[in-house]
């Protein structure tokens, strides 16, 4: 007779434990809770870039026909960092004709006033006294590396111009009074490329 009650005591008292539970758990869910966020946003990385250009960015002097020894040629090249962010630049160059380019002469300055030193050279080939400009090469004009090196890094005689800056260069060659005999009926085109390069973060 005990045993026949208190099966179902014990099981009264299992609805109870469940019961007490499952409003344990909907007061937990119906409380109230303060809460705050604070969200920290804006945190932007953009990029800069490098770009050189040149003006113009073909034939820097008229093209000579039929020169004798005595012609020159001269003309300016204005160059611009149209970038974000500051670079260095070297400036090379490349013929196809080396005989008669070796037999020439090229100086390049950076323009100081209002105009170039012109003419640069004597009709034998001398260099001449500069006013405002800076001579920034002069040699054959079959000479590779002109101003600076285009090796990665900062090179003697790079140039280097900040973010929207520019500065004018002078070019000018000359087919000297002593040209050789040997140097007719020959052409030659002269490419200039120039290399450029952040300085940022590039020693």
């Not at 026949?4 to 937990?28: C, F, S, Y």
């Not at 020439?104 to 003419?119: E, K, S, T, V």
Request: aromatic share 6%; with cysteine.
């Amino acid at each position: 007779m005990s045993q026949t009650l208190r099966r179902p005591t014990k099981w009264i008292l299992v609805a109870l434990i469940a019961i007490g539970g499952l409003a344990a758990l909907l007061g937990a869910a119906s409380q109230a809770i303060w809460t705050d966020t604070d969200p920290v946003g804006g945190n932007a990385f953009n990029t800069g870039s490098v770009s050189l250009t040149t003006s113009p960015t073909s034939a820097i002097w008229t093209a000579v026909t039929a020169g004798t020894p005595g012609d020159l040629a001269t003309g300016s090249l204005t160059v611009t960092n149209a970038g974000t962010m500051s670079l260095r630049y070297a400036v090379t160059g490349s013929v196809t004709q080396a005989t008669l380019a070796a037999g020439m002469n090229l100086r390049i300055g950076l323009r100081g006033g209002a105009a170039c030193d012109f003419p640069y050279h004597t009709t034998a080939g001398a260099t001449t006294a500069l006013t405002d400009d800076t001579q920034l090469f002069a040699g054959a004009l079959n000479t590779a590396v002109l101003i600076g090196s285009n090796v990665q890094g900062n090179q003697a005689g790079d140039r280097t111009l900040a973010a929207a800056a520019n500065e004018v260069l002078c070019f000018a060659v000359v087919l000297p009074l002593t040209a050789a005999n040997t140097l007719q009926s020959l052409s030659n085109t002269t490419t200039f490329t120039f290399d450029s390069e952040q300085t940022a973060n590039n020693p």
